[in-house]
């Protein structure tokens, strides 16, 4: 018979508890605090990235694990996700790769720490437009929407507020971004694209496409808007409850008459759209217009007389890291910057915060063909070995200061974020 | 002391399943139930107790058109459910005779969950979309003239995505109810002189109800919930409450989606409760 009493039950039962309690203290993930000893050697650092599948890609990671000798783990996510984990899961990530739109929401949050410009080598030789503003008196200096410089520096080390002029305090650190505009298929499009507005066109009844995504889509759908003279903005980039009611309201009457063929949320799921010849026009993000091309389908990414709407993505730093942790992460911000990366992601057609550092790197005829706009002299292939572009051919749009200049938007968190959210959902409920 | 074992032991057995039950699906549900009362700033949310989310919903005309949407997906992808499974499983369980070909008959149901819901998703694009197969046979053959627009990217299409998953949800125990209809019973009643459709209506069917039941009660909480196939399906254009629910989240309002989940759980078990009410199913376990 077995010795089993409710008393001895009971002493068993808290003791077996007691012992759990006491083990989950130090589960790996949550070392018992205790002294740092200062001897760690950068080599034994793990530097944990969350971003988007933009630069989350394993060549990148593995010639920075080759470079600076410590270690890179890469979570990719959605946009979306990849804001919710910053702001809600801070330990789950040291760096974090995001867009300058998503800083105001996750600045507030304190989750991410000021970076000194003056630890960051190149600094000084990133693009204007984000280090200061200007871009020699081009429109981009006067775009509308979360432009880096309006989120880039904070006032000091550990305010939480956004400074208007430059301070040593950044944000993020640029090394990605585009100008993004619509994309159309030539062979079943029957006249240039020329305007936001060809959107709207009665032509393209049911052969159009935006974006599902409140902050981006909303900015597009303005430029749309505005450029067919249906309605006109303070700042499209900060819209009022009254303008945000007016947009929804044509959009919806849009989507009654049925000039959307669908809306699409991720990347392959507009290079489904476009490929199928579901949708002869949409909105589209560069590479999508590249992938769409690689099937050997004519794709052209227009240029469009009212301009460009522009996104821009860096690297920010956890709030916890210090010691080793945080001269790698400042050790991997100036190889970032090197050129490398830069022209990794510049055969791809994204530009380099650095384009001075990314040319070492890539070929004259690279150069001339992705940043000046020149015809490419022989075929342009990306870093993954697939020919982009015959040779002959020019880039949509021209040359860097071209593209770049002719910014107009930037990708927005406006103040109204939440009513916008509500009224967006309105227009893909109705 | 052996007594007290006695009385202890379905309770300790119980417990380890008790424990999980309770740490990953009541208090889940818990924080959701408390976080729906919460504020939020499209950053952050700050605790409070406030109904300003359900006001929100239950005085939005977008909420109510949403729910309206939902219930229409609702009751069409149950009837069809219904209306496929009830002869498939008839068929499976009365018309077929050799046990090894119903096995494999009704292993073919299970089809498509042999590769991955987006996969399946994308392949409707080249059967149903403007230059798909259906319209291409269609054009040929000289029906339209026009390339049909609504079978992709339309409430027919998320039914159709919908009634393709989630059939055999309904199939499975229809079937099995069917397969313990005690055969005596048919023959009976067909010697005393009932007709088939007699049968059918006396016998068949109420003796299917329970598997009715429960495969409704898959079908109505998958649907209910449902938010990948209205999207893709949709082409985003379409609204359903877990699409809803969806937005929210990515747009970090996370105490009104909190809010949405809490009533779409309570509609859900309304729904499920009715049909526990109208149909016992305790006969089929």
Same mark, same amino acid.
């Given at each position: 018979?077995?010795?089993?009493?409710?008393?001895?039950?009971?002493?068993?039962?808290?003791?077996?508890?007691?012992?759990?309690?006491?083990?989950?203290?130090?589960?790996?993930?949550?070392?018992?605090?205790?002294?740092?000893?200062?001897?760690?050697? #950068?080599?034994?650092?793990?530097?944990?990235?969350?971003?988007?599948?933009?630069?989350?890609?394993?060549?990148?990671?593995?010639?920075?694990?080759?470079?600076?000798?410590?270690?890179? @783990?890469?979570?990719?996510?959605?946009?979306?996700?990849?804001?919710?984990?910053?702001?809600?899961?801070?330990?789950?990530?040291?760096?974090?790769?995001?867009?300058?739109?998503?800083?105001?929401?996750? %600045?507030?949050?304190?989750?991410?720490?000021?970076?000194?410009?003056?630890?960051?080598?190149?600094? /000084?030789? #990133?693009?204007?437009?984000?280090?200061?503003?200007?871009?020699?008196?081009?429109?981009?200096?006067?775009?509308?929407?979360?432009?880096?410089?309006?989120?880039?520096?904070?006032?000091?080390?550990?305010?939480?507020?956004?400074?208007?002029?430059?301070?040593?305090?950044?944000?993020?650190?640029?090394?990605?971004?585009?100008? /993004?505009?619509?994309?159309?298929?030539?062979?079943?499009?029957?006249?240039?694209?020329?305007?936001?507005? /060809?959107?709207?066109?009665?032509?393209?009844?049911?052969?159009?496409?935006?974006?599902?995504?409140?902050?981006?889509?909303?900015?597009?759908?303005?430029?749309?808007?505005?450029?067919?003279?249906?309605?006109?903005?303070?700042?499209?980039?900060?819209?009022?409850?009254?303008?945000?009611?007016?947009?929804?309201?044509?959009?919806?009457?849009?989507?009654?008459?049925?000039?959307?063929?669908?809306?699409?949320?991720?990347?392959?799921?507009?290079?489904?759209?476009?490929?199928?010849?579901?949708?002869?026009?949409?909105?589209?993000?560069?590479?999508?217009?590249?992938?769409?091309?690689?099937?050997?389908?004519?794709?052209?990414?227009?240029?469009?007389?009212?301009?460009?709407?522009?996104?821009?993505?860096?690297?920010?730093?956890?709030?916890?890291?210090?010691?080793?942790?945080?001269?790698?992460?400042?050790?991997?911000?100036?190889?970032?910057?090197?050129?490398?990366?830069?022209?990794?992601?510049?055969?791809?057609?994204?530009?380099?915060?650095?384009? @001075?550092?990314?040319?070492?790197?890539?070929?004259?005829?690279?150069?001339?063909?992705?940043?000046?706009?020149?015809?490419?002299?022989? /075929?342009?292939?990306?870093?993954?070995?697939?020919?982009?572009?015959?040779?002959?051919?020019?880039?949509?749009?021209?040359?860097?200061?071209?593209?770049?200049?002719?910014?107009?938007?930037?990708?927005?968190?406006?103040?109204?974020?939440?009513?916008?959210?509500?009224?967006?959902?309105?227009?893909?409920?109705? | 002391?052996?007594?007290?074992?006695?009385?202890?032991?379905?309770?300790?057995?119980?417990?380890?399943?008790?424990?999980?039950?309770?740490?990953?699906?009541?208090?889940?549900? *818990?924080?959701?139930?408390?976080?729906?009362?919460?504020?939020?700033?499209?950053?952050?949310?700050?605790?409070?107790?406030?109904?300003?989310?359900?006001?929100?919903?239950?005085?939005?005309?977008?909420?109510?058109?949403?729910?309206?949407?939902?219930?229409?997906?609702?009751?069409?992808?149950?009837?069809?459910?219904?209306?496929?499974?009830?002869?498939?499983?008839?068929?499976?369980?009365?018309?077929?005779?050799?046990?090894?070909?119903?096995?494999?008959?009704?292993?073919?149901?299970?089809?498509?969950?042999?590769?991955?819901?987006?996969?399946?998703? #994308?392949?409707?694009?080249?059967?149903?979309?403007? @230059?798909?197969?259906?319209?291409?046979?269609?054009?040929?053959?000289?029906?339209?003239?026009?390339?049909?627009?609504?079978?992709?990217?339309?409430?027919?299409?998320?039914?159709?995505?919908?009634?393709?998953?989630?059939?055999?949800?309904? %199939?499975?125990?229809?079937?099995?109810?069917?397969?313990?209809?005690?055969?005596?019973?048919?023959?009976?009643?067909?010697?005393?002189?009932?007709?088939?459709? @007699?049968?059918?209506?006396?016998?068949?069917?109420? *003796?299917?109800?329970?598997?009715?039941?429960?495969?409704?009660?898959?079908?109505?909480?998958?649907?209910?919930?449902?938010?990948?196939?209205?999207?893709?399906?949709?082409?985003?254009?379409?609204?359903?409450?877990?699409?809803?629910?969806?937005?929210?989240?990515?747009?970090?309002?996370?105490?009104?989606?909190?809010?949405?989940?809490?009533?779409?759980?309570?509609?859900?078990?309304?729904?499920?409760?009715?049909?526990?009410?109208?149909?016992?199913?305790?006969?089929?376990?």
């Amino acid at each position: 018979m077995p010795k089993f009493t409710r008393r001895r039950l009971l002493q068993t039962g808290l003791a077996t508890g007691a012992a759990l309690a006491t083990a989950r203290c130090g589960t790996p993930n949550n070392p018992a605090p205790g002294p740092e000893v200062n001897t760690n050697s #950068i080599k034994d650092v793990t530097l944990r990235f969350i971003g988007t599948g933009v630069a989350q890609i394993n060549d990148i990671r593995d010639k920075a694990q080759e470079d600076l000798g410590f270690k890179i @783990e890469l979570k990719a996510l959605s946009t979306e996700e990849n804001n919710q984990i910053a702001i809600t899961q801070p330990g789950q990530y040291d760096m974090f790769d995001g867009e300058y739109f998503s800083l105001p929401l996750v %600045i507030p949050s304190g989750n991410l720490q000021a970076i000194d410009v003056k630890r960051i080598k190149s600094f /000084d030789k #990133i693009a204007s437009f984000f280090t200061t503003g200007d871009f020699n008196g081009l429109p981009v200096e006067t775009a509308q929407g979360t432009a880096p410089i309006k989120v880039m520096y904070l006032s000091d080390q550990n305010s939480s507020e956004f400074s208007a002029t430059p301070t040593d305090w950044a944000t993020l650190i640029p090394f990605q971004y585009n100008a /993004d505009t619509l994309g159309y298929r030539p062979d079943l499009v029957d006249k240039e694209i020329t305007s936001w507005a /060809d959107l709207f066109d009665p032509a393209f009844n049911g052969k159009t496409s935006i974006l599902d995504i409140p902050s981006i889509g909303i900015m597009d759908a303005a430029l749309v808007v505005e450029a067919a003279g249906l309605m006109t903005f303070g700042d499209k980039g900060n819209m009022t409850r009254e303008e945000i009611d007016q947009i929804t309201e044509i959009l919806i009457e849009k989507k009654r008459e049925g000039q959307f063929r669908a809306f699409w949320k991720t990347f392959d799921e507009s290079v489904n759209l476009m490929s199928s010849g579901e949708v002869v026009l949409q909105s589209m993000w560069s590479p999508a217009v590249t992938a769409v091309k690689a099937q050997g389908i004519e794709c052209v990414y227009a240029p469009l007389k009212e301009g460009y709407r522009a996104w821009g993505g860096g690297i920010g730093m956890s709030a916890a890291l210090e010691g080793a942790k945080l001269d790698a992460a400042y050790a991997y911000m100036d190889w970032l910057l090197d050129g490398w990366v830069g022209a990794f992601l510049g055969r791809q057609g994204y530009y380099s915060a650095v384009p @001075e550092n990314a040319k070492k790197f890539m070929s004259a005829e690279e150069w001339d063909f992705w940043y000046e706009g020149k015809p490419a002299a022989v /075929d342009m292939v990306d870093p993954f070995g697939k020919t982009l572009e015959k040779a002959g051919a020019v880039r949509d749009g021209g040359s860097f200061e071209e593209r770049m200049g002719n910014v107009v938007v930037w990708n927005s968190t406006m103040d109204e974020q939440v009513y916008l959210v509500q009224k967006w959902n309105e227009f893909i409920a109705a | 002391m052996y007594k007290s074992w006695k009385v202890l032991q379905p309770y300790l057995l119980a417990t380890p399943q008790t424990l999980i039950f309770l740490m990953f699906l009541v208090f889940p549900i *818990l924080m959701i139930f408390v976080v729906s009362f919460w504020q939020f700033n499209g950053y952050a949310m700050t605790p409070a107790f406030t109904f300003e989310n359900y006001v929100n919903i239950f005085s939005s005309q977008v909420s109510l058109a949403t729910y309206l949407n939902t219930f229409k997906y609702v009751t069409l992808v149950w009837g069809l459910c219904v209306a496929i499974a009830l002869p498939v499983s008839y068929y499976l369980a009365f018309c077929i005779k050799r046990e090894s070909i119903r096995v494999l008959l009704f292993l073919l149901c299970t089809i498509p969950f042999w590769t991955s819901n987006i996969i399946r998703m #994308i392949s409707w694009i080249p059967l149903l979309g403007r @230059e798909g197969l259906v319209n291409q046979a269609l054009l040929n053959l000289n029906l339209v003239q026009q390339p049909v627009e609504w079978l992709l990217y339309s409430d027919f299409a998320i039914v159709l995505g919908m009634v393709h998953l989630y059939n055999f949800f309904m %199939i499975a125990p229809v079937f099995n109810s069917m397969m313990r209809i005690d055969r005596t019973l048919i023959t009976a009643a067909r010697d005393m002189g009932a007709s088939g459709f @007699e049968v059918l209506k006396e016998i068949i069917l109420p *003796l299917t109800a329970p598997g009715m039941a429960i495969g409704s009660i898959f079908v109505v909480t998958l649907t209910m919930g449902e938010y990948v196939t209205v999207r893709l399906m949709g082409g985003g254009q379409a609204a359903s409450i877990g699409k809803l629910i969806s937005t929210q989240i990515g747009s970090l309002q996370y105490p009104l989606a909190a809010a949405n989940a809490v009533i779409l759980l309570l509609f859900t078990l309304v729904m499920v409760t009715g049909i526990l009410r109208v149909v016992d199913i305790q006969k089929e376990l």
